[in-house]
């Protein structure tokens, strides 16, 4: 950043902050999550979370299938005022191997639409409504079994 922007024009808060998010180098892959403790503990909560909320087992595989991969997921969340929060990881089926009516029948995504954020925000300025902002930590909290 310095060589395209100085930080010097940036208040003291703003100067912590860009430092922050600068010092935290997120993973690009498991190999260099695992070598890294905080990212090894944050995947180790994540499976530990799964298998407490009876999400996933471990099971044999059906002759004639074959398995979904999947790999990790890495993002260091932080407070508005710079300082880290957490280490955010999950892990992501590789759909890309995947072919319909084979390995999936439909899909499922738990993401809010964006019309349905806008109607939200709508409504809490015409009434007056106060918003809090919750991060879920576990995607698979009240997965079926």
Known sequence: MSST???HCLSPSHKFFVHTISSVVEPNNFSQAVVQPEWRQAMF??????????????????????????????????FADGRLECYKERPVAKGCTQ??????????????????????LALASIHGWFLTQLDVNNAFLHGLI
Request: with cysteine; charged share 25%.
């Open 99 to 120: 072919q319909e009516g084979i390995d999936y029948l439909e899909t499922f995504s738990h993401v809010a639409k964006l019309v349905t954020m806008r109607t939200l």
């Open 45 to 78: 909560e994540e499976l530990r979370a799964l298998e407490r909320n009876g999400t996933w087992s471990i099971v044999s595989l059906p002759p004639n299938k074959r398995v979904v991969g999947c790999r990790w997921v890495y993002k260091a969340k932080f």
């Open 5 to 7: 922007l100085g930080d």
